[in-house]
């Protein structure tokens, strides 16, 4: 696997999973969030973004997280060898939401120029949240059938599961190998 998408909800762990891989595989590490987002939490013209995303994942070996699915899956989807689906209770991403935002510690997926603060835009996320496995992962899931159907999908649910699954990683074999009770689906 040199080419792995993450998706889930805000606060599932995407960021953090997503460097873990690229550190256990040597990989680069592309977080959508930063390429979207300019200054002032600003919203760039599509394309522009797409130019983005385009180039962040040109190269032979990457781990993307990040939805962005009417965006960018066209572009992402058919290069990905491996797409993962991190099914983290919203409570939890509500929790982790929160507690960051509370922090207003500098993260590396965090915009350069976007600071978190709870504001109008802060419960409109909080409601993303709430919603997301109802509302946004069922378009997204079409979404990614739609475009790319035949890409392996690993659906990880708490701790034991991604360190089950990290632990599976083998940056010394060619391509990164995966272990295959992983990919077949017996870490569902």
């Known amino acids: 696997m040199q080419r792995i998408v993450i998706l ?9 999973l ?28 599509d394309e522009a973004f797409r130019e983005r995303v385009r180039q962040a994942i040109a190269g032979d070996a990457w781990v993307c997280e990040g939805n962005y699915s009417r965006r960018t899956f066209d ?11 991190l099914e ?3 409570l939890t991403c509500l929790r982790r939401v929160i507690t960051r935002s509370a922090m207003n ?22 409601k993303y949240v709430w919603h997301f496995d109802r509302v946004n ?21 708490g701790t034991r599961q991604i ?7 083998n940056k010394s074999a060619p391509g990164h190998r995966i272990d295959s009770d992983i990919v077949t689906g017996e870490a569902e």
């Open 8 to 16: 889930g909800n805000s606060g599932s762990g995407k960021s953090t």
């Open 18 to 45: 997503a460097r873990e891989i690229g550190q256990r595989l040597d990989v680069p590490v592309v977080h959508l969030d930063p390429l979207f987002w300019e200054p002032g939490w600003v919203e760039p013209d």
């Open 75 to 85: 572009l992402r989807l058919p290069r990905a060898d491996l797409i993962i689906w």
């Open 88 to 90: 983290t209770p919203r």
């Open 105 to 126: 510690r500098p993260r590396a997926d965090l915009p350069a120029g976007c600071t978190e603060r709870m504001d109008k835009a802060f419960l409109v996320l909080l």
């Open 137 to 157: 992962r069922p378009a997204s899931e079409a979404r990614r059938m739609a475009i790319a159907p035949q890409i392996p999908v690993i659906h990880l649910s």
């Open 163 to 169: 360190s089950v699954f990290l632990a599976g990683l």
